[in-house]
């Protein structure tokens, strides 16, 4: 689904316009963008977890050379799904 279907979806829920559902939909994204930055949890209870690790540095191995090769510390963005939105993923 991308950003058009989504807002489309949110509108027809909504039973509101399609400016509308973009500004929410944005709002969200924003805020979102800003928890990211500020390193704070973003949180859609029973549905997913966005959060900022910290990871560390390491040592890794060149696949071609097989030589070492350092890996610097930095932070990563983490998406956790929840047990409840797993469980709605059809299986094949």
């Known amino acids: 689904m991308n950003k058009k279907e989504i807002v489309t979806s949110i509108a027809t829920k909504m039973g509101g316009t399609k400016t509308e559902a973009e500004k929410y939909l944005a709002a969200v994204v924003e805020t979102l963008e800003d928890c990211v930055k500020m ?4 949180v859609l209870v029973g ?24 890996v610097p510390a930095k932070n990563v963005v983490k998406v956790r799904v929840s047990p409840a939105l797993s469980k709605l993923v059809p299986t094949l």
């Open 39 to 42: 390193g704070e949890d973003f």
């Open 47 to 70: 549905n997913l977890k966005v959060s900022v690790k910290a990871r560390a540095a390491r040592v890794c191995r060149n696949v071609k050379t097989g030589e070492p090769v350092n």
